[in-house]
């Protein structure tokens, strides 16, 4: 999925807790708000704040259909929580294959 159809689909699926999103949609997602918050940055920081908070909205039911698409329910989300480890286990699990529908 290309990067803006990308960006669009985590922002209509934003209250949507069901159903499973690939890597394809869970990266090219994160980069698209990586994109869009440093150009927010450059032309204000109140922008940017705003939008960043904004943007947990479809990041979380994202997150979770990614854990989901890999086998795992979604209270692992939790394990980004503990310092240090618990992040970079979270971005080892983001970046695992899909499991078979």
């Known amino acids: 999925?290309?990067?803006?159809?990308?960006?669009?689909?985590?922002?209509?699926?934003?209250?949507d807790y069901a159903g499973r999103s690939n890597r394809g949609d869970f990266w090219w997602f994160v980069l698209a708000n990586l994109i869009v918050t440093a150009l927010l940055g450059l032309l204000s920081d109140?922008?940017?704040?705003?939008?960043?908070?904004?943007?947990?909205?479809?990041?979380?039911?994202?997150?979770?259909?990614?854990?989901?698409d890999i086998g795992k329910p979604w209270p692992w989300l939790f394990i980004g929580l503990v310092p240090i480890i618990g992040s970079i286990w979270l971005i080892v699990l983001y970046c695992q294959p899909s499991l078979p529908a």
Do not use: C, D, N
């Open 1 to 15: 999925m290309p990067l803006i159809e990308a960006f669009r689909a985590g922002w209509t699926r934003a209250f």
């Open 46 to 68: 109140k922008l940017q704040l705003v939008y960043s908070l904004a943007s947990v909205v479809p990041s979380l039911p994202l997150a979770v259909r990614r854990l989901r």
